[in-house]
């Protein structure tokens, strides 16, 4: 599954907040604002490969180990 789609199902079930998600990529070097990465999220908008990787990462970071990814 790719950033895009694990972010909207971790929005959609409630297992993390747009904020959380933000912060989260945010505290491992995003450079995409709230705003950007939520448009990102429901594909108004692309993130450069960097930020993809970085959101790919916090992701997985933020999750707990027990969750699929």
Known sequence: MDARSRARDLVATS???LDE?????????GN???FELEAFIYG?????????????RALTAALPPDVAV
């Open 15 to 17: 297992e993390m907040s």
């Open 21 to 29: 998600i933000w912060l989260s990529y945010f505290s491992v070097g």
């Open 32 to 34: 995409a604002g709230p």
């Open 44 to 56: 108004l908008d692309e993130l450069g490969q960097i930020d993809l990787m970085l959101l790919e």
